[in-house]
């Protein structure tokens, strides 16, 4: 149990376009989805914390109206990367907690975006 | 915020060594600490956990000890093996029963352990 998936697991785009990254809870409801980003090398930085139906909050830093996201469903939230720029190509990683009695949060399988 | 700090950065041990990874934090209202590893490419994986209520954990191979006084926290890995070899992250999070917006995990810079057999 505690499934969670990413898609795509791989994109590449061209520089001004806009990529979207799909997270599900495969096997449980997430009133929270986090969204982490990983440059090579280095650790799993905090971008933005999701719930459902409402706004996300984002970290210090990171530009909402570039990277919005949407948490329409207990299931899903999505990324989308607006007018990407080649230094926005890294490893994008969601994660999901089931709800308040959980302290553990599960983590999806990453998406590689190339911005070329 | 909270800010978390992890050494080393690199560890190398034989085969068999123990290797121990070690963590501080700087918000003393962090009460859930989990450890995670992680492979090229791949996700973290929760390897052990520990909550601000106990001072040890132990599973297998793997335990973790905690120092709430100090703010630090350890991970060791005894009888090492090379299917250990991999990048291991602490972090640190405060986890409330009544509001979602708490659960946020800081994470540490993270060590690459390398097992040579």
């Known amino acids: 149990g505690a499934v969670v998936s990413q898609h795509p697991s791989r994109v590449i785009c061209k520089s001004g376009t806009s990529v979207k990254i799909e997270c599900r809870s495969l096997?449980?409801?997430?009133?929270?989805m986090f969204w982490y980003r990983q440059f090579p090398k280095q650790s799993l930085m905090l971008m933005a914390t999701?719930?459902?139906?409402?706004?996300?909050?984002?970290e210090q830093g990171v530009e909402k109206d570039k990277f919005l996201i949407n948490h329409a469903s207990l299931t899903l939230s999505t990324l989308t990367v607006t007018s990407a720029h080649p230094e926005d190509s890294s490893f994008y990683i969601c994660?999901?907690?089931?709800?308040?009695?959980?302290?553990?949060?599960?983590f999806g399988p990453g998406t590689r975006l190339t911005v070329t | 915020g909270e800010n978390v700090e992890q050494h080393p950065s690199t560890l190398s041990v034989q085969e068999g060594d123990s290797a121990v990874i070690k963590c501080t934090y700087s918000?003393?209202?962090?009460?859930?600490f989990p450890w995670y590893k992680q492979e090229l490419g791949k996700r973290p994986q929760l390897i052990i956990d520990?909550?601000?209520?106990?001072g040890e954990k132990k599973d297998q191979r793997i335990a973790v000890t905690l120092n709430k006084t100090a703010k630090h926290f350890s991970l060791h890995i005894t009888e090492t093996q090379p299917e250990d070899s991999a990048v291991y992250f602490c972090?640190?999070?405060?986890?409330?029963?009544?509001?979602?917006?708490?659960?946020?995990?800081?994470f540490g810079a993270g060590t690459q352990v390398v097992v040579t057999p």
């Open positions: 994660s999901a907690r089931p709800g308040l009695s959980s302290y553990e949060q599960y």
């Open positions: 096997d449980f409801q997430a009133t929270t």
């Open positions: 999701s719930n459902e139906g409402s706004k996300a909050t984002y």
């Open positions: 918000d003393s209202a962090s009460n859930y």
């Open positions: 520990i909550r601000s209520n106990v």
């Open positions: 972090a640190a999070s405060k986890q409330r029963m009544t509001t979602d917006s708490w659960g946020k995990l800081q």
